[in-house]
């Protein structure tokens, strides 16, 4: 397991490239047959990738680095599937997960098992978790059963959709909120006019990009913004104090994760355009 330390806001303005690399870029998620977890101290947030191929991947963690005898004895956990069809075994019961369906799994869950149906071409299980203090139900969404947000404008290159998955009014979590934003073919712009929530941290996965393609996102304080250069199946960790926009070389999907004070989707501080150096 990879691990993060949060970072001062003064400390971030001092970082080089290769500084906000190491500390805020996840670039590699996905292994064949195996595991990937990135653990950051912002608010305790894990996150990762499982690719099962031709055998399946189960959910597990070094428990002297969790402190926890199974993943998600406290802890739970959102899934959504980046890749082929496959399926998400809990505890002996089995889900089918189709591209982009989401599985909520909450805390107390002792056997989790990822598996592909085809290994030629296999699920990628991209997924957050964070701590738990209550246990909420197992459920599945399908992305038809989302909550869908429709916002921006062909105009300012930013029309998008955003399916809410887990959140306040959809499925019940403890404090995971999770969801997908998929840009309409010709925009390029995420969250802009964009926002900081200081009662929240957030997780940007970005794929569904070209082998050429990336994103430019963009982070740091309103006046003090920096940018990263990020590629298909790379996250971002944005911590509450940063801002967390990007604008891409093609349209592209991206999965966001929050945990923090409370759930509510629309708690953020807006930044006006004129204030962002």
Same mark, same amino acid.
């Given at each position: ?110 056997? %989790?098992? *990822?598996?592909?149906?085809?290994? +030629? @071409?296999?699920?990628? !299980?991209? =997924?957050?978790?964070? &701590? ?70 957030? %997780?940007? *996965?970005?794929?569904?990009?070209? +082998? @050429?393609?990336?994103? !430019?996102? =963009?982070?740091?304080? &309103? ?55």
């Amino acid at each position: 397991m990879d691990i993060r330390y949060a970072v001062h806001p003064e400390q971030a303005r001092t970082f080089g490239t290769a500084e906000l690399r190491k500390h805020f870029l996840i670039e590699s998620l996905f292994r064949a047959n195996g595991l990937v977890l990135t653990y950051t101290h912002v608010d305790r947030f894990i996150v990762g990738g499982a690719q099962p191929a031709d055998r399946s991947v189960k959910l597990a963690a070094d428990p002297g680095e969790m402190g926890a005898s199974h993943f998600l004895e406290r802890r739970e956990i959102g899934i959504i599937n980046v890749g082929g069809r496959g399926t998400v075994t809990v505890d002996g019961t089995e889900y089918a997960m189709e591209p982009k369906d989401c599985l909520y799994i909450g805390r107390g869950a002792r056997d %989790v098992t *990822f598996a592909s149906l085809d290994a +030629a @071409d296999p699920a990628k !299980f991209y =997924f957050n978790s964070c &701590p738990a203090h209550q246990t909420y139900p197992t459920v599945k969404a399908a992305i038809s059963e989302a909550t869908p947000r429709h916002l921006g404008s062909p105009e300012q290159s930013n029309e998008r959709t955003i399916y809410q998955y887990i959140h306040e009014n959809g499925i019940q979590s403890c404090q995971l909120v999770m969801g997908m934003t998929m840009l309409k073919p010709g925009s390029m712009w995420n969250t802009m006019p964009c926002h900081t929530h200081n009662r929240r941290s957030e %997780v940007y *996965f970005y794929f569904d990009m070209p +082998a @050429d393609g990336v994103v !430019f996102h =963009f982070m740091g304080e &309103p006046r003090e913004t920096r940018h990263l250069v990020v590629r298909n199946e790379q996250a971002v960790i944005s911590p509450s104090w940063s801002i967390h926009c990007g604008a891409g070389t093609s349209s592209y999907t991206f999965i966001w994760g929050m945990a923090g004070e409370n759930q509510a989707f629309d708690d953020m501080d807006p930044v006006a355009m004129e204030d962002l150096l």
